[in-house]
């Protein structure tokens, strides 16, 4: 509270000052002007300096310059704005610190925080919300604190909006660019891309848009030398960038329009993403590390891990919508139809997991002879398949008028299969061959100790509106609200002897919710070209429906812990915002402020369910979440752009979650929300210098710092960073001692992922139509620890997840 004190104590001096500073601005020439940006925050066009809440817009050049590949790299751009990266395709995102911990694969019941949206047709999920390629956008926005009114369900901390270019009737264009890179310990890289805008008349047109993207590996596998499958490894190999992969796509828009009122806009999105690894360096594994004895010791170095098999992701995304609006006089209809179809696989080597299990049930049976041993090779594989339907209709008023207004409706439908399979040879008769001490289950596949299959449900209908009352040219009342209801239905398979097994025909359960979104806007413009505006505006999060825990690998302890968890309730968070907007030296410098208090009730806390390699979401009963994040943007002359955006934030629980024996997964009053750096800040320098006739000579600098966080809250509690000696520190993690005795007892690491600074620099020629240019990206190679990746609470293996190294490319673009 005490950081939105001192923002409105400075926000009331800034008012009180404003006068003065507007006396002492000087006149500029209008060529030196900031350019200026239309968003479609409030579902209106309008600059993004009358939008009396904070929005980023960042737009296609400003991408290019900042060397934005990806969704990742892009949030380091934007202040308030974080991705926990768990490789690509599987981005999680947070605003303004607002996270509940890194979603696993295996959760597919979690429900976004952030809303993602392709133009107006919602595309987010949890974990697996499409990696798009950035090409052929007119900007990329970001919509800060909860927007729940307007966008609904999963825009609790904010809204994510890539905004492409539409077809336009009046000109044949045609633009292709293409890059060519090489990373330093890694591979090459690069992509091919074209857009071709085609009116076939005054009422028809055209945009097509394709690419591929070759994503460059820079991890090094270890991986066995024997046979597969076999127990004992004939030594070992280094496979090289094992984490490859290729992204492409297409996007085909047609406008129909038949008249100046009528405007139909079909289109259709595909995009294939594949990956052969995950960018992970491990750092404690097993089945390779360099304290056994009686197996081969492995030293794992700096952009290495060890697998014995074949890992990666595909990723099939499809998006059909149609989008049509009509002009009443008064107002606009607008209906927007939209359906995604995803198919992800996600394959994992998880021998080290299933190991881990082998050798703590059977003991050390790698011999030859065995049936299966610890090294028995055991993918993992996880299939999401997954149908949205959606559908809005909404009317809003024509022009400025002393009220401006919009309504709608919206209703949504989601099909959701889920499942994992971990074959794994021989494994039922290594159980059968030691009197079952797994058990048995019937139902299970063959040598398959975990299978699972489930089925989702979800229906979401709502109601929402929003007015804006213009008491005077200066001050303005923005109220709204949205009423939601939801259901959602789930099936649940589990079978194998890792599993507790449901019946035959699975277990159904179902859970549901309705409740009002409001908000509240008050926003005073003092002077010309600046604003200053109070918020209040509540967002939610749809609840869900836990999975069991995996009670044959538990602990005892675990059991008792974790057990008892069914659902989760909705999430609510109240947004209490505090803002100004404001533009100086005739528009060739914007500074724009925001200090904000985010108060949260039932906060769904993702919690691993320690030995049990299991997940839950568990409501928290309040955290909080305070911060002021500014952007400065400066163009003093017509050679130079600066820029400056930061956030500096505090977010933490103000509650805790207690079981009998004492606190639940890290869930401690005071405990940091996860993956939320408390302080994050990006700036960069371009210049543009005429060079012959119409061509200019261009480069920019980009800096990016990113403050250290969290992947968990597990991750805070005291040695949590240490494997052994349990005895000592209850928070320790076993040591399993596989290929013991081990020359050591204990083994240390840091869980929380350090802070990191990254530096970008892109230079070339360029006219209106063309463009070359050399960038280099990640100039000091700085590995960064993106985020942790752990199995069976650390026992069976603790790794992180990193970025590409340093990184040199050439690109070239062209337009006809």
């Known amino acids: 509270m005490r950081t939105l004190v001192r923002a409105a104590f400075a926000a009331g001096v800034l008012a009180a000052t404003l006068p003065f500073i507007a006396v002492a601005q000087q006149p500029a020439e209008a060529g030196f002007q900031l350019k200026e940006v239309i968003v479609t925050a409030t579902k209106r066009a309008e600059n993004i300096q009358d939008v009396p809440f904070s929005v980023s817009a960042t737009s296609q050049n400003q991408i290019l310059n900042s060397g934005a590949a990806d969704i990742v790299d892009l949030a380091r751009n934007v202040a308030g704005f974080t991705v926990a990266d768990l490789g690509p ?85 045609v633009l292709t660019d293409a890059a060519l890179e090489g990373v330093t310990h890694g591979d090459e890289g690069g992509y091919f891309r074209s857009m071709l805008n085609l009116p076939f008349s005054d009422t028809i047109a055209v945009r097509i848009v394709g690419y591929w993207h070759h994503l460059p590996g820079f991890i090094d596998a270890i991986t066995p030398l024997g046979p597969e499958g076999a127990d004992q490894p004939g ?82 995304f499809t998006l059909a919508d149609l989008k049509v609006t009509y002009d009443l006089g008064a107002a606009t209809l607008t209906s927007v139809t939209s359906f995604t179809h995803r198919d992800v696989l996600v394959l994992r080597d998880a021998t080290q997991l299933s190991g881990s299990v082998t050798f703590d049930v059977f003991g050390d049976v790698s011999t030859p002879t065995s049936p299966a041993g610890v090294r028995t090779n055991s993918p993992l594989y996880d299939r999401t398949h997954l149908n949205v339907t959606s559908e809005e209709i909404r009317v809003a008023s024509n022009g400025k008028r002393a009220i401006d207004w919009l309504v709608g409706g919206f209703f949504q439908h989601i099909g959701r299969r ?26 299970a596949p063959p040598d398959m100790p975990f299978w699972s299959d489930l089925s989702y449900r979800l229906r979401q209908y709502a109601l929402f509106g929003e ?46 919710s309705s409740g009002a979104s409001p908000r509240l806007i008050l926003s005073y413009k003092p002077i010309r070209d600046v604003q200053v505006y109070a918020q209040a505006s509540r ?216 802070s990191y600074t990254l530096a970008n620099l892109r230079f070339g020629l360029k006219s209106d139509r063309w463009q070359a240019a050399f960038y280099v990206n990640n100039i000091a190679d700085k590995s960064a620890v993106l985020a942790l990746d752990y199995e069976r609470g650390r026992s069976a293996r603790i790794a992180y997840l990193t970025n590409q190294p340093r990184t040199f490319g050439i690109y070239g673009s062209h337009s006809f």
């Open 467 to 512: 007015g804006t009352w213009h008491a005077t040219d200066q001050l303005s009342l923005t109220a709204g609200v949205r009423y939601y209801h939801y259901n959602e239905d789930r099936v649940l398979n589990f079978h194998g002897v890792f599993a507790s097994p449901t019946p035959a025909g699975g277990i159904p359960g179902s859970v549901s």
């Open 235 to 316: 030594g070992f190999k280094v496979d090289k960038a094992v984490n490859s992969g290729d992204r492409g796509g297409g996007r085909l828009t047609v406008l129909i329009k038949p008249n100046d009122a009528l405007s139909i806009t079909p289109r259709v999105v595909f995009q294939k993403l594949e990956t052969n690894g995950f960018p992970r360096v491990d750092i404690y594994n097993i089945l390779a590390n360099p304290y056994t004895t009686t197996q081969p010791a492995v030293n794992i170095g700096s952009l290495q891990q060890y697998r014995q098999q074949q890992e990666g992701l595909t990723d099939d």
């Open 539 to 754: 967002g939610f999060r749809l609840g869900g429906i836990n999975d069991p825990i995996n009670l044959p690998l538990c602990s005892p302890t675990d059991k008792v812990i974790f057990g008892g968890y069914g659902t989760w309730k909705d999430e609510k968070l109240w947004d209490y915002e505090l803002g100004m907007k404001s533009q100086w030296m005739d528009r060739r410098l914007t500074l724009n402020v925001a200090a904000f208090y985010e108060d949260i009730t039932n906060l769904q806390a993702t919690a691993t369910a320690g030995t049990c390699s299991s997940r839950l979401v568990i409501n928290v009963p309040t955290a909080r979440s305070e911060g002021v994040e500014a952007e400065l943007f400066f163009r003093p002359n017509e050679i130079w752009d600066f820029g400056l955006s930061a956030t500096a934030l505090d977010a933490k629980l103000t509650s805790s979650v207690v079981s009998s024996l004492g606190v639940v997964g890290g869930l401690q009053d005071g405990n940091r929300l996860p993956t939320a750096p408390k302080f994050q800040a990006v700036a960069y320098a371009g210049f543009t210098i005429p060079f012959r006739g119409e061509t200019e000579l261009f480069g920019n600098l980009t800096l990016q710092y990113v403050g250290s966080s969290f992947s968990q809250f597990e991750n805070e509690e005291p040695g949590w960073g240490q494997i052994g000696n349990t005895t000592a520190d209850p928070n320790a993690a076993r040591l399993i001692a596989y290929g013991g005795p081990l020359t050591v007892s204990q083994i240390n690491f840091n869980p929380e992922l350090p």
């Open 418 to 443: 889920y499942g994992q399979s971990l074959p794994t040879p021989g494994y039922d008769a290594l159980n059968a061959s030691f009197g079952y001490p797994l058990g048995t289950d019937p139902l």
């Open 89 to 173: 395709g599987q981005s999680q995102m947070a605003i303004r610190g607002i996270s509940s911990g890194q979603v696993i694969r295996d959760q597919p019941g979690v429900k976004e925080q952030v809303g993602v949206y392709l133009d107006e047709s919602p595309i987010s999920v949890a974990l697996f919300t499409p990696d798009l390629e950035l090409f052929d956008l007119a900007r990329f926005e970001v919509l800060r604190g909860p927007q729940g009114t307007l966008f609904g369900a999963g825009s609790e901390a904010g809204t994510v909006r890539y905004i492409t270019h539409q077809p336009d009737l009046g000109k044949l264009e």
